[in-house]
């Protein structure tokens, strides 16, 4: 093998552990690709003989094989061939490969800017319209028409899920929850396991159908494991899930379920849906899904009307430590909003050069939670603008 080759190829052990180490810390994703698709998933650990990591997404299919993986790792794209095996909808374990190939030749080159070039964002927030795109409900399409402005009228929409919600419940509230507030039970309950805690659902027994709700709905019964999981006494669970049961009644509440609000990763408030003893009427699972496909579209109408705040730097005060034609990698210290930021999230972003302003968006890539430092690849952006940094980083303009 020739010089040139060899440097497209890591083999040695202490390279290749370093790159992993680094996956895993920045929580820069692995792709792996199955029938012409690319599933992302994040590093959760290794070792010499295997990589384990956590899918994105739940795969529902049957995998196992050869794949090939892929990765970028220093702005530089590389890649190995090795075998999968699925261990649960949430995890792959990837066997460790002797070699891994690279790309050396960066797209674009980056300049050092730390101290220097400074910027502000607002984190976008998206929700998923094309599953109402051909409906034929009125209330949904003003839903979606609402949401879709740059000052949606949240009114118009709380009234619209009222009226589609109205077929399977009899009571609906949106609450928001204040900072430090004290939360009741069942309020810790959903803003910890992050899922709709279903209260009173006559399908609890159905294991099946547990089964295939579960990465989603939290029952009384999942809430007594969830709690089991979380360290809390057999005993006391019994009891503090006794005791939210009798509160249920002595209210007259037949049926309830607290949809969450989730605001990138976080649950920030929820939507209660409540049936009374005389309603006699229990809230279904599928029910509850349903309300969910709302709540998120309540989540992205409420971030435009200004009611959350997921801005920062407004006096561009946010450091770029460096940028490229392609994108940037920036600074956040001492933020409450760096617990939005995740792989994938949007940003819309406003970079002030001494001689220009430049506007573009563009999502989080990679994380380095260690250095507070969050790499976003550049997916808008005016082609003047592009022109300008690439001339600035080649040293063809000044700042």
Do not use: W
């Not at 435009?304 to 920036?330: C, Q």
């Amino acid at each position: 093998m020739n010089e040139i080759s060899k440097s497209l190829v890591v083999s040695s052990d202490v390279e290749r552990d370093l790159i992993f180490q680094s996956l895993h810390r920045m929580k820069e994703p692995v792709e792996i690709e199955l029938g012409g698709e690319s599933y992302p998933g994040l590093v959760k650990r290794y070792d010499d003989e295997s990589i384990l990591l956590a899918m994105e997404s739940p795969l529902k299919m049957s995998i196992g094989g050869p794949v090939r993986a892929h990765f970028v790792f220093h702005n530089s794209y590389h890649y190995f061939d090795t075998t999968v095996q699925k261990k649960d909808d949430r995890h792959v374990r990837l066997v460790l490969p002797e070699s891994i190939y690279k790309n050396m030749l960066r797209k674009h080159e980056r300049l050092k800017v730390l101290n220097r070039l400074f910027m502000r964002f607002r984190i976008l927030i998206h929700t998923e319209h094309k599953e109402f795109s051909n409906t034929s409900l009125p209330d949904e399409r003003i839903i979606i028409r609402e949401v879709g402005k740059p000052k949606p009228a949240v009114d118009k929409i709380l009234a619209g899920i009222k009226r589609l919600v109205s077929d399977f419940t009899q009571n609906i509230q949106v609450k928001i929850f204040k900072e430090d507030e004290k939360l009741s039970f069942e309020e810790d309950m959903l803003k910890r396991s992050k899922k709709i805690f279903l209260i009173y659902d006559v399908d609890e027994d159905n294991i099946e159908e547990r089964k295939f709700f579960e990465e989603k709905i939290l029952t009384v019964t999942d809430a007594y494991e969830f709690l089991i999981r979380e360290g809390v006494s057999r005993k006391s669970a019994e009891s503090k899930l006794l005791d939210l049961l009798q509160q249920k009644r002595n209210t007259g509440v037949f049926s309830e379920c607290l949809i969450p609000l989730r605001l990138e990763g976080e649950v920030v408030g929820y939507i209660r849906l409540s049936s009374d003893m005389d309603h006699h009427r229990s809230i279904k699972p599928k029910s509850a899904l349903r309300a969910m496909r709302y709540a998120g579209i309540l989540v992205e109408a409420l971030v435009k009307y200004d009611y959350f705040t997921l801005e920062s730097g407004e006096d561009f005060d946010i450091p770029i430590v460096n940028i490229s034609a392609g994108g940037l990698l920036f600074k956040l210290d001492g933020s409450a909003l760096k617990q939005y930021l995740m792989i994938r999230t949007t940003l819309m972003m406003s970079i002030r050069f001494p001689s220009r302003q430049v506007e573009a968006s563009g999502t989080i890539h990679r994380i380095d939670e260690e250095r507070s430092e969050f790499g976003v690849k550049f997916a808008v952006i005016n082609e003047a603008d592009s022109l300008f940094i690439d001339d600035v980083v080649n040293g063809r303009l000044s700042m």
